[in-house]
């Protein structure tokens, strides 16, 4: 995942739960892979700080899953997955 903070200040991501969207690419989704057929497995806790004015990236091991269900459609497909992250401010 990739974060960004606008602050001029860092923030520690605590946590973050499925969002509002999930986005299949334009091709793939032209042959019929729907963005239902990935799905963000509940909410998870972390501890990963960003920087004010920064963006990260890191890895979070089976947060997303395809469904057994997804058509062929959606083999190499892209997906954008909108989060709600859950922090707190750091001091400098």
């Known amino acids: 995942m990739t974060v960004e903070n606008p ?4 923030v520690e991501v605590q946590s973050f739960a ?3 969207a999930v986005k299949v690419d334009t091709a793939h989704r032209a042959k019929g892979c729907a963005a239902d057929n990935v799905v963000v497995v ?3 806790d ?6 004010g004015g920064k963006a990260q990236q890191f890895t979070v091991d089976a947060a997303v899953v395809m469904l057994d269900k997804a058509p062929q459609a959606c083999q190499g497909a892209s997906f ?3 989060l709600a992250l859950a922090g707190v401010s750091l001091p400098d």
């Open 18 to 20: 499925p969002g509002a």
């Open 7 to 10: 602050n001029d200040f860092a």
């Open 80 to 82: 954008e997955i909108t």
């Open 42 to 44: 509940g909410k998870q």
């Open 46 to 51: 972390l501890r990963q700080r960003v920087d």
